[in-house]
């Protein structure tokens, strides 16, 4: 998406001077263009092709890492040197959390782990962690994050360690280099009898066959078992 502002500036309609990235809830983005240096939400959102804008939020992630939300009449100064980029989300309230002392706001109750560390400019070598009173809560990049609860929620960043443990059996750990495996490679590390079928166990519980060709990243504290042929004893 280019969108041309044309706002009265007195600059040549031809010539854009600011550029912008726009994402959506799945942080996704496109490019949007103003002719001048001060624009408000409204503008912001009408680029982005949003409208009603009373259903929609506009947010300014800011060098610094925070993301505030922007009122529709409110006016910004967008910077020729850093990335000006903003969130136009639809949503109502706003649920605010920090990562590291970054204020954030957010309109929608759930974010996945690796957006949150998008918004915090964290790499791969580092995890989101929710500090809990006994037992911290370390969030893998797939995991959806409840925003929406009672409170502020508050996130460190830590290290990230490079291998996993990883369960087979009921009660056989094993410390795995953290990346993902084919269901064959699984089989050959586990020691799974031959002929054997490998079972990714749910959180529910659940049993699921992992298929021949299945590659599958693994994560802490993943269950496995196995199962004998159908029709086959064991």
Same mark, same amino acid.
């Given at each position: 998406?280019?969108?041309?502002?044309?706002?009265?500036?007195?600059? @040549?309609?031809?010539?854009?001077?600011?550029?912008?990235?726009?994402g959506d809830r799945n942080f996704e983005f496109e490019r949007a263009e103003f002719d001048d240096a001060?624009? $408000?939400?409204?503008?912001?959102?009408?680029?982005?092709?949003?409208?009603?804008?009373?259903?929609?939020?506009?947010?300014? @992630?800011?060098?610094?890492?925070?993301?505030?939300?922007?009122?529709?009449?409110?006016?910004?100064?967008?910077?020729?040197?850093? $990335?000006?980029?903003?969130?136009?989300?639809?949503?109502?309230?706003?649920?605010?959390?920090?990562?590291?002392? +970054?204020?954030m706001e957010w309109p929608r109750a759930k974010l996945l782990a690796w957006q949150i560390k998008f918004?915090?400019?964290?790499?791969?070598?580092k995890s989101l962690v929710l500090e809990r009173a006994g037992v911290d809560q370390v969030f893998d990049?797939?995991?959806?994050?409840?925003?929406?609860?009672?409170?502020?929620?508050?996130?460190?960043?830590?290290?990230?360690?490079?291998?996993? $443990?990883?369960?087979?059996?009921?009660? #056989?750990?094993?410390? +795995?280099?953290?990346?993902?495996? $084919?269901?064959?490679?699984? #089989?050959?590390?586990?020691?799974?009898?031959?002929?054997?079928?490998?079972?990714?166990?749910?959180?529910?519980?659940?049993?699921?066959?992992?298929?021949?060709?299945?590659?599958?990243? #693994?994560?802490?504290?993943?269950?496995?078992?196995? @199962?004998?042929?159908?029709?086959?004893?064991?």
């Open positions: 998406m280019e969108t041309l502002v044309d706002n009265d500036s007195g600059r @040549h309609p031809g010539r854009t001077e600011f550029e912008v990235e726009i001060i624009v $408000t939400g409204a503008q912001v959102a009408m680029a982005a092709g949003k409208h009603p804008l009373e259903d929609f939020v506009v947010l300014k @992630h800011l060098k610094s890492g925070e993301l505030e939300s922007l009122r529709p009449t409110e006016a910004i100064e967008l910077s020729r040197k850093d $990335t000006n980029r903003f969130f136009v989300i639809k949503g109502g309230d706003v649920n605010r959390f920090f990562v590291e002392g +970054l204020s918004l915090a400019g964290a790499g791969e070598d990049d797939a995991d959806e994050v409840d925003l929406g609860g009672n409170g502020t929620e508050r996130f460190k960043l830590r290290k990230r360690r490079k291998t996993v $443990t990883v369960i087979y059996g009921g009660d #056989i750990e094993f410390e +795995l280099e953290r990346r993902a495996y $084919t269901t064959a490679e699984l #089989i050959a590390v586990f020691g799974v009898p031959e002929g054997y079928r490998l079972d990714l166990i749910g959180a529910d519980g659940v049993f699921r066959e992992m298929a021949p060709e299945e590659s599958l990243k #693994i994560r802490d504290g993943m269950e496995f078992g196995s @199962h004998p042929p159908i029709g086959q004893s064991s």
